[in-house]
């Protein structure tokens, strides 16, 4: 069986990312979930937890029930690790290696395939920093998606809306089934 981990960062987009862990469970895939705080202003961790079957991990000081090293042990059973939606913020984190919460401390110790899931603004998502952090994502391995056109939540039109659930679900089962960790350069 194969295990997903699902960073569910802030963005009014990350309602869809709950329909991904469903049908990601449904087939039959381990999904683990990190919230960042901001995502759990829009999306209760409970949701997640229902939905995934898993306790969903929400801070790095969170009480253990059995000694682990959580960020370690999420990130080394993982075989796709997705951020869904992923917001500029974490996209920056990520590109300058920065790592102060469970999300973005996990991601850094991760050695199978991440998938990047961009969500935001418009002007956010075309902003110079924001694009030359996507490249060098992209440029390091990292499977950086792209966003689609349309109306944002915002009442802004242009690019940053999140690709169909569907679409990024199937994404992430298809690098699943390649199974082909590695190691970021």
């Known amino acids: 069986m194969k295990n997903i981990v699902i960073g569910v960062c802030g963005g009014i987009a990350c309602y869809k990312t709950v329909e991904i862990v469903n049908q990601l469970k449904k087939d039959g895939y381990t999904v683990n979930v990190i919230m960042t705080k ?17 306790t969903v991990v929400t801070d790095m ?6 000694w682990d090293t959580k960020h370690i ?15 500029a913020n974490i996209i920056g984190k990520i590109t300058s290696g920065i790592a102060d919460d469970m999300l973005s401390t996990t991601v850094m110790v991760a050695k199978c395939p991440i998938v990047i899931a961009p969500a935001m603004n418009t002007a956010m998502y075309e902003n110079p920093f924001v694009q030359e952090n996507l490249k060098k994502l992209n440029d390091k391995g990292y499977h950086v998606l792209e966003t689609q056109e349309g109306l944002l939540a ?10 169909p659930w569907e679409t990024i679900t199937q994404y992430i089962k298809d690098v699943a089934e390649k199974n082909s960790k590695y190691l970021k350069s």
């Open 154 to 163: 915002c009442g802004d039109e242009g690019k940053g809306k999140l690709l």
């Open 73 to 87: 042990d999420l990130a080394k059973n993982a075989d796709v690790f997705a951020i869904v939606p992923a917001t």
């Open 61 to 66: 000081f969170d009480p253990i029930d059995h």
């Open 38 to 54: 901001a995502a759990q202003e829009f999306v209760k961790p409970l949701t997640f937890q229902v939905m995934s079957g898993n």
